[in-house]
């Protein structure tokens, strides 16, 4: 079983759609996190959420609207995309969060988003 | 603010040769540090973690020791395979979220 899995994995879309990219942890875990991995293979943060509530909003243009349902999902809806969006996106979890103890981060396979 | 600073690439390498992927972080406290591999075309997996000064993680050949006198945790493997190719991101841990280096692209030929 994929312990983060994405969905869609590759996406080509038009400018000025709305498109959204699901994710879903089975690990229990109660922190769930967007990246953004750009064409210089450059990982960012986007957001992250624990128990369904936003903890980490980076500075990300409004069009980016995360959704967690439940602590097993968290969604990314975006809208009127732009060409700038192109980018993988990965979503990843942990248990616990904090540095102590060394929050190891699983990370879905990644959702390929080309804007057109 | 705290951050990663790895090496740039691409390293090219023939196989067997020594890999060393120079990592230094900036940061407050002590957070836990890892190694992360994207393989091609797929998602970021953990290579390595060492959670305090001095610990080293190690991990399919490949090794790490915290070094907190020189905010350094260098990737190491001695012999490399061609299999190895991949992007290598250092990381740190600070409180809820996880800062990684920009990625340095290892070739490693046969």
């Known amino acids: 079983d994929t312990a983060v899995s994405q969905t869609p994995k590759y996406l080509v879309t038009q400018m000025g759609n709305d498109k959204s990219i699901k994710c879903e942890q089975n690990?229990?875990?109660?922190?769930m996190y967007w990246y953004k991995q750009d064409s210089k293979k450059f990982l960012k943060i986007m957001f992250s959420?624990?128990?369904?509530?936003?903890?980490i909003n980076e500075t990300v243009p409004n069009r980016f609207s995360p959704k967690s349902p439940d602590k097993a999902h968290l969604n990314l809806h975006i809208n009127s995309l732009e060409l700038g969006d192109s980018a993988v996106y990965f979503c990843?979890?942990?248990?616990?969060?904090?540095?102590?103890?060394?929050?190891?981060?699983?990370f879905g396979e990644g959702s390929w988003l080309t804007v057109v | 603010g705290d951050s990663v600073t790895q090496m740039e690439g691409p390293v090219t390498l023939s196989e067997e040769a020594f890999l060393t992927i120079n990592c230094t972080y900036t940061?407050?406290?002590?957070?836990?540090l890892f190694w992360y591999v994207q393989y091609p075309g797929e998602g970021l997996q953990l290579l390595l973690k060492?959670?305090?000064?001095?610990d080293k993680g190690s991990n399919k050949g490949f090794e790490a020791t915290y070094r907190k006198e020189t905010t350094s945790f260098h990737l190491e493997k001695g012999s490399v395979q061609v299999s190895d190719s991949a992007v290598y991101f250092c990381?740190?841990?600070?409180?809820?979220?996880?800062?990684f280096g920009k990625g340095t692209r290892l070739h490693i030929l046969p």
């Open positions: 990843a979890s942990s248990h616990p969060i904090g540095g102590a103890s060394g929050n190891t981060i699983y």
């Open positions: 690990l229990g875990h109660d922190t």
């Open positions: 959420y624990n128990n369904k509530e936003l903890i």
């Open positions: 940061a407050t406290g002590y957070p836990s």
């Open positions: 060492a959670t305090k000064a001095d």
């Open positions: 990381a740190l841990d600070r409180d809820d979220k996880i800062i």
